[in-house]
């Protein structure tokens, strides 16, 4: 049995933050719901509420010392599978694991949160934690869809053609990151500069020298083709999946925003079970991200679990529980790539709803 999270002994959820009271009569679907999920997270385990996920993360850093000496091969099988396992083994945990780090959903302890942040998040995601926990739990969960605010505004580059956008840009991500992460350094104090490009440069060094002295790569271009070829292997569905739940569905004025469960129910989409991204980005990324947003500190399998509590109680309550298929989402997103990536999205107003 697991003590409830934290932000659940709160009256409620203020749809501007995670966590923090707001009035019983505001948020009473919220509350109502709240409370069934919470029933079922007490009578869950440990396994089930975080060692799930923790087992799959340690399977994916199993699977590297295999990796890297299939990649010793001169035989192109074999050399192909070191490639796709390493590949694999590297979205689980810079995908997955940063993204449950970032939450705070591998420990129950705050301070193994911090660690665990920082070692997946800047040693495997070449990522500042910091600004990674401020735009995605600070920023684009308090206010998904909140046009100016957590409206997904930073996966658009609207001066790049639709083919180039969806298909050859995302490549480069493995490049891009870092050097984001840099810029998002200017301001922060010199000492948190330093320990983030030291942690950055660790993760890259420590793959690089892997590859040299393990995997038998004889020289440097060679050795780090293979690791950008490894660390972009998932970024065409990484940044697809980042597009697809949120863009194109209702989005709303900060000035006029709705309440919580509205914003989540209107604003987030869930995509169908996928054996493989399911289980490399995580449930919460995929088929359960509408739960992810009504429950973030959740971890993924605990997310799937509650998947078909909150999905009965939405129908119930006639609130949309919306889903689409990938390729229905990249159909859509290729027809109308001006409309939806390029041009401003229109405001929603929910008359009548609340």
Not at 174 to 180: A, F, G, K, Q
Request: glycine share 6%; net charge positive.
């Amino acid at each position: 049995m697991q003590d409830v999270p934290e932000e659940w002994r709160e009256v409620d959820a203020d749809p501007r933050r995670e966590g923090g009271p707001m009035p019983l009569e505001r948020e009473s679907l919220m509350m109502e719901l709240r409370r069934r999920v919470q029933r079922t997270v007490r009578e869950s385990s440990w396994w089930e509420t975080r060692g799930v996920d923790c087992a799959i993360l340690t399977a994916a850093f199993a699977c590297l010392p295999a990796a890297f000496l299939l990649l010793r091969s001169s035989q192109v099988l074999w050399f192909t599978l070191g490639l796709l396992l390493m590949g694999t083994a590297h979205a689980v945990i810079t995908v997955k694991g940063a993204h449950l780090a970032s939450h705070g959903a591998l420990s129950e302890s705050r301070a193994w949160g911090d660690v665990w942040a920082i070692f997946f998040i800047e040693v495997c995601g070449s990522f500042t934690a910091r600004a990674g926990v401020q735009a995605h739990v600070k920023m684009h969960h308090a206010h998904t869809n909140i046009i100016g605010l957590g409206d997904s505004s930073t996966w658009r580059v609207p001066f790049l053609p639709r083919g180039v956008y969806l298909f050859l840009a995302p490549l480069a991500v493995p490049i891009i990151t870092p050097l984001v992460a840099l810029a998002q350094l200017r301001g922060q104090s010199p000492a948190y500069a330093v320990r983030t490009v030291l942690l950055v440069a660790l993760g890259w060094y420590s793959h690089y020298w892997l590859l040299l002295h393990v995997s038998g790569f004889r020289s440097a271009g060679s050795a780090v083709l293979c690791m950008l070829a490894c660390r972009a292997m998932f970024s065409l569905p990484y940044i697809h999946v980042n597009i697809f739940q949120h863009i194109g569905l209702a989005m709303f004025s900060p000035n006029r925003r709705p309440k919580r469960i509205y914003q989540m129910t209107h604003g987030v989409l869930n995509l169908p079970r996928n054996p493989l991204l399911d289980w490399t980005f995580g449930h919460s990324l995929i088929s359960c991200h509408v739960e992810h947003h009504l429950f973030p500190s959740l971890s993924d399998h605990m997310c799937l679990k509650v998947k078909p509590i909150v999905s009965k109680y939405l129908k119930e309550k006639e609130l949309p529980y919306q889903e689409d298929a990938y390729l229905s989402r990249l159909r859509l997103f290729f027809h109308k790539y001006q409309e939806l990536m390029v041009f401003a999205p229109p405001i929603t107003e929910l008359v009548g709803v609340q």
